[in-house]
């Protein structure tokens, strides 16, 4: 694989289960990430740094996931021009709508495009889909991903009408 066209970062290792199947997806699509664990609060030095010198190294979009006080999307908004996409983390005790406040309500000038709790998988997509206005190759992977994901929708819509809904809904 090329260098890393994408950053994903997290506020922790414990955010790695979930944030995970962003590069996953990602490397599934071919594309390289680079993965790092930067806290807004306990590393601010570092995802300065980090952030500054992102578009430099080539990487063109960024996914941060964080949970609680979620402020690390934000914070790299802040620092960067490059698309960044928010990943409320689910917590144990406000169940992720903490982070997703903590994400979604940015400023006016500062935009973070915020995916749904523990959505790591469709930020990878959203990330993958703006990569893909700029490279055709994963453009057409883009393409064929969507194909494939109709046709399964419409191969379980031919069965259901075959056998009925009832008994669909039985199997
Ligand atoms: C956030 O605090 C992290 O993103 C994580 O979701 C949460 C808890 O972090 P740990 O205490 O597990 O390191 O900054």
Do not use: C
């Not at 994400?103 to 959505?119: D, E, K, L, R, W």
């Amino acid at each position: 694989m090329n260098h890393p066209l994408v950053g994903i970062i997290m506020g922790s290792d414990s955010d790695l289960p979930i944030m995970k199947e962003a590069a996953e997806t990602l490397e599934e699509f071919g594309v390289s990430v680079e993965v790092r664990v930067i806290s807004a609060h306990r590393t601010p030095d570092v995802a300065l740094a980090w952030a500054r010198g992102a578009k430099g190294r080539g990487i063109k979009v960024i996914i941060a996931g964080a949970g609680g006080a979620a402020h690390l999307p934000g914070v790299l908004a802040a620092l960067t021009p490059l698309p960044v996409i928010g990943v409320p983390v689910k917590t144990s005790t406000l169940s992720g709508v903490d982070s997703l406040y903590s994400i979604v309500q940015m400023p006016p000038g500062v935009p973070v495009a915020t995916v749904g709790i523990n959505a790591a998988k469709n930020a990878a997509l959203l990330a993958l889909q703006i990569l893909a206005l700029g490279d055709q190759e994963i453009d057409a992977k883009v393409e064929a991903f969507r194909q494939k994901q109709a046709d399964s929708v419409a191969q379980r819509d031919a069965k259901l009408q075959e056998v009925g809904w009832k008994n669909y809904a039985k199997s």
